[in-house]
């Protein structure tokens, strides 16, 4: 049974900083790229970073700067950074597998697994 579960997520003031954790199995996790996407109240779903097998990192211009994305191929784990949040970071956030990396509102997933939830507010 494929699994992703993400973790961490919490309330965090403008300007604060938060990191994400997603749990990975089920799947031949080095052949894959994972993703995070987030998707807010009455916004579409928005692919924000990517990390491919080999760790080749996309970003989309949205968090380009403040975000960052690392995993570890040997516990099956994907770390999110998030540094410098702003009221507009908040969103499920969600990990998901791909074969191929993309980002943006059009990205796509084989399989991703039920998010944390973020707030930035003061």
């Known amino acids: 049974e494929v699994q992703l579960q993400a973790f961490g997520g919490g309330l965090v003031q403008p300007g604060g900083s938060l990191r994400l954790s997603c749990a990975a199995s089920?799947?031949?996790?080095?052949?894959?790229?994972i993703d995070w996407f987030r998707q807010a109240p009455g916004k579409e779903r928005e692919g924000v970073l990517c990390?491919?097998?080999?760790?080749?990192?996309y970003y989309a211009d949205s968090v380009k700067g403040r975000f960052t994305i690392s995993r570890d191929n040997r516990k099956n784990m994907v770390y999110l950074r998030m540094n410098s949040l702003k009221p507009e970071d908040t969103a499920v956030y969600h990990c998901?597998?791909?074969?191929?990396?993309?980002?943006?509102?059009?990205?796509?997933?084989?399989?991703w697994g039920q998010g944390t939830l973020v707030t930035v507010s003061s």
């Open positions: 990390i491919s097998g080999d760790g080749t990192t």
């Open positions: 998901a597998a791909a074969l191929v990396c993309t980002v943006g509102v059009t990205a796509t997933y084989n399989y």
């Open positions: 089920g799947f031949s996790f080095d052949d894959y790229a």
